[in-house]
């Protein structure tokens, strides 16, 4: 019976068959594709990062700046609800002390931070007013001050990651490019039913979303050890020439497109319906243009870290240090480019 690439090592090993006795003659009567040569000297992969984030609660959405950003995806999350502290406020001559509860009946935990604002004497300059236990505004005795939510202060201040659960993943760039597009997103109808399926379910949580600018970048892959390859010198070329020659890799939706379709595979998102079993696909015309030009792999990285949370789906935790990674075609076709035997055998 033939093991598969992807399979468990018929040694016993526990890793997959492609990383360990693949081209051991001992398991020839059982491999498939025998090791499976590159189809091409040069494999070629779409790579996008994200280069900005922001967290904000829905209601701030028409407050986030875009005259310098472009925000090209949007995460809905569930946190745990977040609160000033009721009296916590306190105005001493070097700092402000506020305390931030995390929480309302169940696993309830108290964040104290203190902050300067300036180095003179924060009780003969300051005041403040709390309202609604969301929103903190210190004055000082010139007439200005700052305005600041406790979202962003727990985000600003806290230790320890804010616990992101991802509920939902969408574009927040128009399809032409707008950019208004993302204070459109207040009224997003899946977006309103989460609202009111939280809301009415657990008082313990609240909803905040993620606005990110993504980056994309070429990455490439030559081995010209191995000599072995599935298509000619003359294809190897052409290939090669295709890629490189077409347009620079500035975002567009096609860009847009594939980086969504990857982290709705990967999260699996409760509210979303698209992507969550179906991808790659190459029959999908919303980034056909990785097929034509014959790239061999997407990957998708995010650093939540920069804005202090920790994102997670019910089926999926996200660690910065290990990038979203697909294959667009079948490994038991073509060889992924991050498939690297670095033996001299």
Not at 159 to 175: A, F, H, N, R, T
């Amino acid at each position: 019976m033939a093991t598969e690439r992807n399979e468990p090592c018929p040694c016993g090993s526990g890793k997959k068959f492609k990383r360990c006795c693949i081209d051991d003659p001992r398991y020839s009567s059982t491999k498939i594709n025998n090791g499976l040569a590159r189809k091409y000297m040069c494999e070629f992969a779409l790579h996008t990062f994200s280069s900005t984030v922001v967290m904000c609660y829905p209601n701030n959405l028409d407050k986030v700046d875009v005259s310098e950003k472009n925000y090209h995806i949007y995460m809905v999350h569930e946190i745990p609800r977040l609160s000033f502290v009721k009296d916590s406020v306190k105005i001493f001559e070097t700092h402000i002390e506020v305390t931030i509860q995390q929480g309302v009946l169940e696993n309830v935990t108290m964040h104290k931070f203190e902050f300067a604002l300036l180095e003179g004497n924060h009780k003969e300059i300051f005041t403040y007013e709390l309202l609604n236990n969301k929103k903190l505004i210190i004055r000082d005795n010139v007439g200005g001050g700052i305005e600041t939510d406790v979202l962003s202060m727990y985000l600003e201040l806290s230790k320890q990651p804010l616990k992101s659960e991802v509920l939902y993943v969408g574009q927040s760039y128009g399809k032409a490019g707008e950019r208004d597009a993302i204070q459109r997103l207040s009224s997003h109808s899946t977006l309103q039913e989460i609202l009111a399926d939280t809301m009415n379910r657990d008082i313990e949580v609240e909803i905040t979303i993620t606005l990110w600018e993504f980056t994309p970048r070429l990455i490439s892959s030559f081995d010209g050890i191995s000599k072995k390859y599935l298509t000619s010198e003359k294809e190897n070329v052409e290939h090669l020439v295709k890629v490189t020659s077409a347009p620079p890799l500035w975002i567009d939706n096609q860009i847009i497109n594939i980086s969504e379709a990857a982290l709705i595979n990967y999260f699996k998102p409760e509210y979303n319906e698209k992507f969550k079993n179906n991808f790659p696909d190459i029959t999908h015309k919303g980034y056909t243009f990785y097929y034509d030009y014959d790239y061999n792999a997407v990957t998708v990285e995010l650093d939540p870290s920069c804005i202090n949370i920790d994102i997670f789906s019910k089926s999926k935790d996200y660690s910065q240090f290990r990038p979203i990674k697909y294959h667009l075609n079948s490994e038991e076709e073509r060889r992924s480019i991050f498939d690297i035997d670095f033996s001299t055998k």
